[in-house]
């Protein structure tokens, strides 16, 4: 019902609007007309006094010609006279625009006065002529039917004043006739009667025809406006649609689809241009530590900043996330990639005011190419970025011949991976750890081969990326696991149940896939103990601890054991390292190598074997590649060990045949 109440009310205060401009509309055509017909009315006027003054009575008709005159200057000055209400617009204030209306209405209401006033006038005709029994009546009754007549017809927009200016004379008419009580004079007055009824109706059905043609105008004339308008709203909602879909709704920026759009009208030409994509380093944590809302502003801050520093001509894009882009042409003395790359990381890492300073860093990767596709830049730019971040943060490298040759191995390990693992190509190799304390094997860690037929062996970090961009994520890990169970299988039937193996899990196979449900369901279906097993995950799945530790609790409750690799080069905390679960920690390579020759490097060493016993976790040192490094870990008490100095990857059926020897004799 409020609705129907509400939709009511608009709908009257339409009509009361368009009721308003048809009466402004009735105002002008009555100003209009009775300018016209004044000129007719005192021409009438001056012929009827000549004719009195013929007939003998000369100064009535002299007096009635004064009285008519004198109404129609009065007549002449209303039309003339300024009327607010002709000049209402729709910037009025409200009370103006009330005032406007009523005098309208005033006016239209003066112009009945003064008609009726001039009506009377002609009402007093019968003086000059006996009552109309004087020879010269049937030519004032001639011209009170002529000025009567004419009347309706010029006063088609209001018929109230015809009316109150026909209905004197003519009543007057036919006062006189009855007067005279003459059978005839009777019937004329009858007629006269009848005539003002015709002339009186002819005044009302003019005005209405008058009213709906105003309306009609007024209709059409409103309708136009709102069809203007609502195009106006269609182009300007359509404006906006399409800046929302080619610009990012946080920053401003262009997003990838409207930095593609015109992007591609730069790229491709004679013109080198220049692209650089930005990855911010470290955001992630500002997200968790300080929420999303200020990560927000953050983001905002940097597109800012990035702006500011940019030469001009600059496309410049929030590809999403964390990651953006910049594009532009490298002609007329153009800032050199290099140094624009380090203005921009110059500018990023200065302080923000919500966190303490170098918790942000930003990584770039730059390519400059000429007449390629827009596509072939942003895949080159890619890899220089990823070659960037792998470096360290705040750091920029740009697409070389050696990018290219990166860039096709990984298009083609893409390509050619869902064959080669149907095919059985890839394989599964074991390095071996060995126990200083009885100098035997007691893990082999699994790793990834493939040779491919062209680019011969492919890095295990590219062939998981190939699987990830090929959707085989999950196949290459039940691929693993299935070599892992045969190695296991081999050495219980030999008897070596004490040597366990490890099963390396990235932190894209961590977060897309259940690697716990499909380990554990192997392992039961195989029947194999999940002690003989373990995990090996890098300190990069271990940042992201909410996604992982209900995986990871699910396989330590199961009695599998988790190891961090690569400790010591990323952000582990000792409470991220009890909450995953982790009972054994790798000492990444890049400590290991040059062990013997630098003292800093034996103090890191030694406070992570300090901080294994005091977490009772067990230590491996790999990438031990020379025998001073090896006796230098004796020496200090590494209790594991790994190396290509102490055994290389090898097939599973080698690794079979080397778990019997000792190794260490030598150390």
């Not at 730019?381 to 920029?396: F, P, Q």
């Not at 126990?435 to 998981?464: K, M, N, T, Y």
């Not at 070599?483 to 977060?511: I, K, T």
């Not at 400590?591 to 491996?620: C, F, H, K, N, P």
Request: hydrophobic share 45%; aromatic share 4%; glycine share 8%.
């Amino acid at each position: 019902m409020p609705k129907l109440h509400h939709a009511a009310s608009v709908l009257d205060g339409a009509d009361r609007g368009l009721g308003k401009q048809i009466r402004r509309d009735q105002l002008e055509a009555v100003r209009s007309s009775v300018l016209n017909a004044i000129p007719i009315n005192m021409l009438l006027g001056v012929t009827a006094t000549l004719v009195a003054v013929h007939t003998g009575v000369g100064m009535l008709g002299a007096s009635w010609l004064a009285a008519s005159t004198s109404v129609n200057i009065l007549r002449i000055a209303l039309c003339r006279a300024p009327c607010l209400g002709l000049s209402l617009s729709e910037g009025m204030p409200p009370e103006m625009a009330q005032a406007a209306e009523r005098s309208v209405d005033d006016h239209l209401r003066l112009a009945c006065l003064i008609a009726f006033l001039s009506g009377l006038v002609w009402a007093c005709l019968p003086v000059l002529c006996d009552g109309y029994r004087s020879t010269h009546a049937i030519f004032y009754l001639t011209v009170t039917c002529g000025i009567t007549a004419g009347a309706v017809t010029h006063g088609i927009a209001y018929a109230r004043i015809p009316t109150c200016f026909i209905v004197p004379p003519l009543l007057s008419v036919a006062g006189c006739l009855v007067a005279q009580g003459a059978f005839e004079s009777l019937c004329l007055a009858a007629t006269v009667l009848l005539y003002l009824f015709a002339l009186v109706r002819s005044a009302a059905k003019t005005e209405r025809s008058f009213r709906d043609a105003s309306r009609l105008k007024h209709e059409a004339r409103a309708l136009a406006l709102a069809s203007d308008r609502a195009h106006a709203s269609a182009q300007e909602l359509a404006d906006q649609m399409s800046h929302r879909a080619t610009h990012d709704g946080l920053t401003g920026l262009l997003n990838r689809t409207g930095f593609e759009r015109k992007a591609e009208a730069i790229v491709g030409g004679e013109t080198e241009c220049c692209l650089l994509l930005l990855d911010l380093d470290g955001f992630k944590s500002v997200n968790d530590l300080y929420g999303h809302k200020r990560g927000d502003g953050v983001l905002i801050e940097v597109a800012r900043r990035i702006e500011d520093v940019l030469p001009p001509r600059c496309l410049t894009a929030r590809f999403g996330g964390d990651e953006f882009a910049i594009l532009y042409p490298l002609t007329g003395g153009a800032v050199a990639p290099a140094d624009l790359a380090h203005r921009l990381i110059q500018t990023v890492a200065d302080r923000f005011e919500t966190f303490d300073a170098g918790r942000l860093g930003l990584s770039i990767g730059v390519c400059h190419l000429t007449g390629t596709t827009l596509t072939e830049m942003l895949s080159c730019a890619d890899e220089a970025l990823y070659v960037a971040k792998a470096s360290g943060r705040n750091r920029h490298h740009t697409f070389d011949e050696a990018l290219r040759a990166r860039a096709t191995i990984r298009r083609d390990s893409k390509r050619d991976l869902p064959q080669a693992l149907a095919d059985g190509h890839l394989e599964v190799w074991f390095q071996p750890i060995y126990r200083r304390s009885d100098q035997r094997i007691a893990c082999f860690e699994a790793l990834l081969r493939w040779r491919h037929p062209v680019h011969g062996w492919i890095a295990p970090p590219d062939i998981l990326t190939a699987a990830a961009l090929s959707g085989l994520t999950e196949s290459l890990l039940r691929f693993i696991l299935e070599n892992v169970c045969d190695l296991m299988l081999a050495l219980s039937r030999e008897g070596r149940d004490d040597v366990s193996v490890a099963l390396n899990v990235s932190p894209r196979e961590m977060a897309q896939i259940p690697v716990d449900e499909i380990i554990l369901q192997r392992l039961r279906a195989l029947g194999l103990p999940p002690n003989r097993l373990e995990i090996e995950i890098t300190e990069e799945t271990a940042l992201d601890i909410k996604a992982v530790q209900s995986k990871l609790a699910a396989l330590t409750e199961a009695g599998i054991r988790i190891a961090l690799d690569d400790f010591g080069t990323g952000y582990s905390s000792l409470a991220s390292l009890r909450r995953l679960g982790t009972r054994r920690v790798k000492i990444d390579r890049s400590l290991v190598t040059g062990l013997s020759e630098s003292e800093d490097q034996r103090g890191m060493i030694q406070a992570v074997l300090s901080l294994g016993r005091a977490l009772d976790l067990e230590v491996v040192a790999e990438g031990i590649e020379g025998e001073a490094d090896l006796r230098t870990l004796t020496g200090m008490g590494c209790p594991f060990l790994q190396g290509y100095h102490l055994g290389r990857p090898i097939p599973a059926a080698e690794a079979l045949r080397l778990e019997s020897r000792l190794v260490l004799d030598a150390a």
